[in-house]
């Protein structure tokens, strides 16, 4: 595929992040590239433009619910997605969250051609960089992967689900689409590719650590159904020192408290602001959701009640109303007591339910086995209170689905009448847009 609109727009974007829409005309790529390590670093490091999560997969999740007023704010294409519209885009629409995706893969492989063609960088400059392209090249093409592909090995579902491949800087090159199997075999020979070339730790969680990769291969495992593979990534990450916050500790006067870069944040990615979806007059949280939080939970406090039945969310780690999609240490434990309880080892994933409780429930008494009728679903339980508005529910929903066959039966009452999500495993990859086919 030539001339990919995605990437022209990629460098659009690097080039003019002041200009409004994209630009037809292909720039000169000379201009663009920098010459220093500093500079790439610069490039890449840059939170406001990469560390980005998509939103439709929070928009298709049932975290929330908008109330009439809200819904009529938003976009069509939000309102189509708001609906499980899995082609929610008109034909002639640029989608800015699979737009954003790609223009951080442009900028990565930028990077990783610097690396090869610089003769005069160090080796450290070159290990240093060659590591932040690989980890955020595979944090986007998941996040897309999340949105357009099948889980693959799992259950075999119906139809062609591709993306475009691109892994050159070059625009002139053809773009392969491939399917699943190769796209993560890519995403995570790429982090793993990045590990002995990040550092165990950095000063701040928006630029990636050995420990941050690790996380990240921790979350895709378990989402791939990897379950060993989850379990030893997720027991590093424990291993590394990390804590828990105490939210016992939190100042729960304050409108948002937990405080942005908190110590439990290990990689800190938010949603790409899209209008009013995830502002606090629009997105309540729905009355079953909220019942599952008793009266001796912390977490419950992180919720602003609007009246008996919805509230409103105030407990993201990015400080504001900004939906958090990074990684904490509290996601860490949950995603290694359930795989932990998926092995068999239940003592084990007991271990690391307890401590994650024990910050998040006053008078907490330790969980023995005999206390759990069914641990998997007390797992999942807590997950799901913990990591509400995460930008996870939707990940969480359709990796269920095809592990255990799981149907949430989610519905949304519109305009008087109620709008069922079918829960097929075909409805849970979202189309790719037409724009981009036609360059197919």
Not at 35 to 50: G, H, K, P, Q, R
Not at 189 to 217: F, G, H, I, K, V
Not at 382 to 411: N, P
Request: aromatic letters at 12%; charged letters at 25%; glycine letters at 4%.
């Amino acid at each position: 595929m030539k001339n990919n609109i995605i990437l022209n727009a990629a460098l659009a974007f690097l080039l003019f992040s002041s200009c409004e829409g994209f630009l037809d005309e292909k720039p000169d790529k000379s201009i663009l590239v920098p010459e220093l390590a500093a500079e790439f670093d610069a490039l890449i490091d840059n939170f406001d433009a990469v560390n980005y999560s998509p939103v439709i997969p929070f928009i298709y999740s049932d975290d929330y619910y908008a109330d009439p007023s809200g819904y009529q704010r938003f976009n069509p294409w939000q309102q189509n997605a708001y609906q499980w519209d899995i082609d929610p885009f008109l034909p002639t629409e640029i989608p800015l969250d699979y737009t954003l995706m790609y223009q951080t893969i442009f900028k990565a492989n930028v990077l990783v051609d610097a690396v090869k063609s610089n003769q005069e960088w160090s080796s450290a400059d070159k290990n240093r960089l060659l590591g932040k392209a690989l980890f955020w090249r595979a944090k986007s093409y998941f996040e897309l992967a999340v949105l357009h592909l099948p889980i693959p090995g799992l259950q075999e579902v119906e139809g062609t689900f591709e993306l475009p491949l691109s892994l050159s800087p070059d625009l002139d090159e053809e773009y392969v689409w491939e399917g699943a199997e190769t796209l993560f075999g890519q995403i995570l020979n790429d982090l793993e590719s990045s590990l002995p070339l990040l550092p165990e730790l950095t000063d701040l969680p928006t630029q990636p650590s050995r420990n941050s990769a690790l996380a990240l291969m921790a979350r895709i495992s378990l989402y791939l159904g990897k379950f060993e593979e989850a379990q030893s990534f997720a027991q590093q990450v424990i291993s590394s020192g990390v804590e828990l916050l105490d939210y016992r500790e939190l100042d729960m006067s304050q409108t948002y408290p937990i405080p942005l870069f908190n110590p439990e944040t290990i990689l800190f990615t938010w949603m790409a602001p899209q209008g009013v979806i995830s502002g606090p007059n629009v997105a309540r949280v729905d009355s079953l959701l909220l019942a599952q939080f008793d009266s001796m939970d912390l977490r419950k406090e992180l919720f602003d009640f609007v009246n008996e039945q919805e509230a409103r969310f105030r407990g993201s780690y990015t400080g504001n109303f900004d939906i958090f999609t990074g990684i904490a240490f509290d996601e860490i434990l949950l995603i290694h007591a359930e795989a932990s309880e998926r092995l068999g080892n239940s003592s084990t994933a007991l271990r690391s339910l307890n401590r994650l409780l024990e910050k998040r429930i006053l008078d907490f008494q330790e969980l023995e086995q005999n206390d759990v009728n069914n641990l998997l679903e007390r797992i999942l339980e807590e997950r799901r209170k913990s990591l509400v508005f995460r930008g996870q529910r939707w990940a969480d929903m359709k990796r269920l689905a095809y592990v255990d066959g799981r149907d949430f039966g989610t519905e949304r009452l519109q305009d008087g009448e109620t709008v069922e999500f079918s829960g097929n495993l075909e409805h849970y990859q979202m189309r790719i847009p037409q724009r981009e086919l036609d360059f197919k």
